[in-house]
């Protein structure tokens, strides 16, 4: 099986605009979690989606958003983009987000804001 | 709430050495997963192994070996006759339940020849 993929790869946009990121879950999984990482905090969670409902959302401002599609694949949109918003974003997938089940890691998205 | 501490930040060995990286965490809840990633300067997140609160049996495969001790709270990995290519991030994570993973800073390894 293919494994989860995000594209882009890397992405430099400046303060102030939108940006739009997009992940592709392993075949046959439903859920689809996102990760902010960043130096000063670390691996911070973001949102997880599941059958295109949002059942979990991290603690970040509502300029951080996402959704899902009917094929799993998901989006997550980042509105007035700061510059504190610099990070690699990770998407991870597994078959329904329990708790008990291996989240699988894509290559991440380089996001700098200048 | 729910915590993951990795006290140390950076670990240097030499090729060969054997390595434990520390994981303490922190939950209230009786029902929950531990998990260990491996992050290589590409960016990806490895998946190394899970254990769920139920199974204290440790685990080796190959050069890796986890020790889950409930009694303490932790869940360290020791790599055996560390090489070059185990250089790497590596994060233990907890996960109760909600759908999603809270790490711990993660202790950066590196293996010098």
């Known amino acids: 099986k293919a494994g989860v993929t995000q594209t882009p790869r890397y992405l430099i946009k400046t303060r102030g605009q939108q940006v739009t990121l997009s992940c592709s879950p392993i075949?046959?999984?439903?859920?689809v979690s996102w990760y902010q990482q960043t130096p000063g905090q670390g691996l911070q969670f973001l949102f997880e989606?599941?059958?295109?409902?949002?059942?979990n959302k991290g603690n970040f401002p509502g300029r951080f958003s996402g959704r899902q599609f009917s094929n799993s694949r998901s989006e997550m949109n980042v509105s007035t983009l700061e510059l504190g918003d610099s990070a690699l974003y990770l998407c991870?997938?597994?078959?329904?987000?329990?708790?008990?089940?291996?989240?699988?890691f894509g290559p991440g998205t380089r996001l700098l804001v200048l | 709430a729910q915590k993951v501490t990795q006290a140390q930040t950076e670990i240097s060995v030499v090729e060969k050495e054997d390595v434990t990286l520390d994981c303490v965490y922190e939950?209230?809840?009786?029902?929950?997963?531990l998990f260990w990633y491996k992050q290589p300067p590409s960016g990806e997140l490895v998946f190394l192994i899970r254990?769920?609160?139920?199974?204290?049996q440790n685990e080796i495969s190959g050069r890796y070996s986890w020790n889950f001790q409930k009694s303490t709270s932790s869940f360290n990995f020791t790599i055996t006759a560390s090489q070059v290519v185990d250089s790497a991030v590596y994060f233990c994570?907890?996960?109760?339940?909600?759908?999603?993973?809270?790490f711990g800073t993660g202790t950066r390894l590196l293996v010098s020849p």
């Open positions: 991870a997938s597994s078959s329904t987000g329990g708790g008990q089940e291996t989240q699988y």
């Open positions: 075949s046959g999984h439903r859920s």
């Open positions: 989606y599941f059958s295109e409902t949002q059942r």
């Open positions: 939950t209230r809840d009786t029902t929950y997963y």
């Open positions: 254990r769920n609160s139920f199974d204290e």
């Open positions: 994570a907890l996960n109760t339940g909600f759908q999603k993973l809270v």
